[in-house]
Nanobody, 126 residues
Framework: QVQLVESGGGSVQAGGSLRLSCAAS????????TAWFCQAPGKEREFVAA??????????YYADSVKGRFTISRDNAKNTVYLQMNSLKPENTAAYYC?????????????????WGQGTQVTVSS
């Protein structure tokens, strides 16, 4: 089992940057596939980015809307996954959630993830 705690959210102006962190408990974090999802008020939780569990050859995946602006990375030694968000837009305003799973399957399907953090709020003003 793993517990996830997000941090790094805040308020920025459009065009700004934020780096979110997801700290995980447990010594086997490197065996978890992890992802970031976001949820705006009144909307479904949606996929943002994912990174595979293989520490030497981690594969990353992105929603089309964030490609080229967001970067997901992980530091298994620190049990932490990051989401660097650049060129932020007002439509990126949402609560951002970290998720993890040991199984395979869809990297973008929220139903395939077993563990979730409590979320961190990102607000982008125009």
């Amino acid at each position: 089992q793993v517990q996830l705690v997000e941090s790094g959210g805040g308020s920025v102006q459009a065009g700004g940057s934020l780096r979110l962190s997801c700290a995980a408990s447990g010594r086997t974090f490197s065996s978890y596939n992890t992802a970031w999802f976001c949820q705006a008020p009144g909307k479904e939780r949606e996929f943002v980015a994912a990174i595979s569990r293989n520490g030497l050859l981690s594969y990353s995946y992105y929603a089309d809307s964030v490609k080229g602006r967001f970067t997901i990375s992980r530091d298994n030694a620190k049990n932490t996954v990051y989401l660097q968000m650049n060129s932020l837009k007002p439509e990126n305003t949402a609560a951002y959630y970290c998720a993890a799973k040991t199984g395979g399957g869809s990297y973008s399907g929220k139903g395939s993830y077993d563990y979730w953090g409590q979320g961190t709020q990102v607000t982008v003003s125009s």
